[in-house]
């Protein structure tokens, strides 16, 4: 259905697909404890807040394929502005919720210290996408974005397992 239909009909599609690519942490999660919890909540809004940034700013140096493949990004709607504003609006709203498992005591607060530096990060690179002219046809800032978020996404998911692993080593009496 996203794919078919959802992704060629409406520039949201990277918002609706947002919520399917970020709900495997909550399936993952009910599938083991049986429960979905706030835990397993926050890592999908991690993954759904994540979502448009990451594909806004490739659609911005890629529009005109989105164009001629007919899929309706967010650059080619709404325009590169409005689509420059609703990326950091995002990374504004990411950086705080990456750091909610430090906050909510799901982590320790080493954790915590790493996610604030990837999202102070990732609002430092939008603000970049977000100063960008209209007419900056190389799109340098959106290229980066595009490439620290994917390093962002799997930072702070690999310091979150890390950070859940040596913990629990450590509450084991290991190390």
């Keep these: 259905v996203y794919t078919m239909w959802l992704k ?6 990277i918002v609706i697909g947002g919520a399917a ?9 009910a599938a083991v404890t049986g429960t979905v919890s706030l835990e397993s909540v926050v890592l999908f809004l991690i993954i759904f807040l994540w979502t448009p940034p990451h594909f806004w700013a490739l659609a911005l140096f ?7 493949a007919g899929i309706p990004m967010m650059p080619n709607v709404a325009g590169q502005a409005s689509t420059r504003r609703q990326i950091f609006a995002y990374a504004l709203i990411l950086a705080p919720v990456g750091v909610l498992p430090s906050a909510l005591g799901f982590t320790t607060p080493a ?12 609002v430092w690179y939008a603000w970049k996408v977000l100063q960008m002219a209209d007419d900056d046809h190389v799109m340098k800032p959106a290229k980066a974005l595009f490439g ?19 913990a629990r080593v450590l509450a084991m009496g290991g190390a």
């Design 148 to 166: 620290y978020s994917l390093l962002y996404l799997f930072a702070i998911f690999a310091i979150y397992l890390a950070d859940c692993v040596v």
């Design 111 to 122: 954790y915590g210290v790493f996610a604030v530096l990837l999202g102070a990060g990732f």
């Design 8 to 13: 060629r009909w409406t520039p949201q599609n």
């Design 62 to 68: 890629k529009s005109e394929d989105y164009a001629r």
């Design 21 to 29: 690519g970020a709900i495997p942490p909550v399936i993952g999660w």
